[in-house]
């Protein structure tokens, strides 16, 4: 029935776009002239055109009736799987409404479709506005609460860096009865006025950068919303730990994000780790962050799940070896803690229950304290990247490791030039991985390439910057990886058309990189654009 109706919906954005290619006429029951509604076809941009002012490129996205006419290549139905078509369909609301929600879950390639189907008739119009549940505005918004109020579905408003979203525009959310998450990143002309009309109930409120926001605002927003569940305040300058205090208000909270927000020190964590359904903590990039702020952490949250104390300057192998108390955690971020020694990986030796760890530029990390991860056996993902101390040597100690998927080891020598003859590369062990970056390195090199065969497994491979890799390379690669769907050749200057041609034949690859390929002419790269599953390139 899925299927089918997924079907059904592809064939009837066809028959939109079809018809859309016809005549259309706007009669005079549309908007007030003084205010005419555009769509694009992105389906995400709202713009005001005044209706004396049609938009040439598409005739036919002005809202309003429109005449459904047969299409020039006849087709005036759609018939699926044995059916007697979408010709009964079209007349039933409830079928209707089924066909635009499988076209909104097919993903942006049948966005322009949909829009199509929005504009053929005032009918399908309102059944369209029922099923968005979703709206990310890039322009002038719309001042009407009657508009905005027939997206009756819509639970997620999202804006981007959108300077024309002010204090007034947040009171027209009010119109949207199902809202639960409102993501505001940059919006730099709100503040706790705007941010007092939203709508009450709502479960998740992003404010990154929106740099008008202070204590008072948070005070008197979070005030407002007691069901919050997820908060995030990144790089949001004027708050500090006093803007914690207002955190207390919400005990529903699980997740907060304070990345960036330099005025919350370990005082505000303090009022953070007391709330008692506290799962996901973020304090990134954070100078005031200590060790003192860990050991609040693991003496209040122990159910704490996730933390991220990426590149917190202050925090030393003391704070981590706080964290032991945290059984269960399962996701840790402590790349670029600059402090960090070796120390600080045995520390992590209690808790077992990790399956993601970054450990990214630990430069004083050796090959003897990865020996520490020997008993994270639920480990999943693993980041390694620019620990510039570690070797293949260092990764002997991963070999019990059998539920990793996931490692990146960007900027390591791995080749093994030293690696006892007959001997299989550490790497080999771990077949379960089926996402592995080891760019960035002058020894990686086609023999290495050869050695790696055992990872049968891999769907993403990245061997950027690895100038010795050849087309010979590329050949293992696709001798090997059968399974590969994204690869990253970028900056591998010996790499021609003739190995871009042999990636032709892997079956389900879809995204390559070839960016600073100098030797990879336009010929070699429409080679992977023409192919019958066309794959996509960066370059």
Known sequence: MCSNLRRTARRLGVLCHDSLRARKRYESSGPPPSLQARVDPTCVMLTATPPSEPNMEHPGALVGDAVFEQPDDGVDSVTVDGAEGVSEALHSDDILQHIMSALASLGTRELAARSAARQVCRAWREIHDLVVDRLEPRHLMVPSADFWGRFRAVHTFASHRC??????TLGLLRSFPKLSCVHLFGCMRIDEKGLQQLPIGLTSLQLSNCTLLN???LHAVLSCQPSLKKLELCWCAKISDRAMQAVQKCSQLTDIDLEGTFGVGDKGILQAAALPLLQTLGVAWNSRISDTGLRHLAATALQLTSLNAKGCSKITDAGIAALGELTRLRTLDISQCKQLTCGALASLRPLCSLTELNLRELRSLTNDSLSSLSGLMQLKCLNLAWCTRVNWRGLRHLSGLCDL???????????GADLPNETPHPLC????????????????????LRSLAPLRRLTHLSVSRCGQITDDGIASIVRQFTRLEVLDLSWCGLVT???????????VL???????CRRVTTEGRDLLRQRAAPIELES
């Open 429 to 448: 062990i771990l077949v379960s991985l089926v996402v592995l970056n080891i760019r960035e390195s002058a020894e990686h090199d086609d023999a290495f």
């Open 510 to 516: 879809r995204k390559v990189d070839l960016a600073y």
């Open 405 to 415: 998927t996931e490692l990146q080891l960007a900027g390591l020598e791995l080749a």
């Open 163 to 168: 300077t024309q979203v002010t204090n007034d």
């Open 215 to 217: 204590d008072d605002g």
């Open 497 to 507: 058309d003739a190995g871009v041609a042999s990636l032709t034949s892997l079956p």
